[in-house]
């Protein structure tokens, strides 16, 4: 979230983040707020961020389609390990769409695989 949050600027909102486990102070708190604020995070339930778990690939392309406010795309994104309906399928197709992602190879994705720092900025980097 934080590389995201960045990536917008390090934009300030005012308010709580609602999470048991994003303390103020702590290094990712206004990231996080910003996120919240913006409907790009839910958390992993109710009360927790989980800030120190990992993220999937699928969860990353997520967090940036929120981010640029879910826009609509047609077309099917050619993944056979994205099947539509699951959470991320219209981020992926988004991703792909806009040249974000070409997969992990020419059928997948790899929605559920940790995305690495590197990814992430790979990501970043083609959504500018």
Not at 37 to 63: E, L, W, Y
Not at 70 to 87: I, K, L, M, Q, R
Not at 109 to 118: I, K
Request: with cysteine; charged share 10%.
């Amino acid at each position: 979230m934080t590389f995201l949050w960045r990536a917008a600027g390090e934009p300030t909102v005012g308010g709580n983040v609602g999470f048991v486990d994003v303390t103020p102070g702590s290094y990712c708190y206004e990231a996080v707020k910003w996120a919240v604020a913006n409907g790009i995070t839910k958390g992993t339930d109710a009360t927790h961020f989980s800030p120190n778990a990992t993220c999937t690939r699928g969860q990353v392309v997520t967090f940036m389609y929120r981010a640029a406010g879910e826009p609509t795309v047609g077309g099917s994104n050619g993944f056979v390990d994205v099947a539509a309906g699951s959470y991320c399928y219209n981020a992926v197709q988004w991703a792909v769409a806009n040249g974000i992602t070409n997969g992990t190879d020419a059928t997948h994705f790899s929605p559920n695989a940790t995305c690495t720092r590197g990814q992430v900025v790979t990501f970043l980097y083609r959504a500018q």
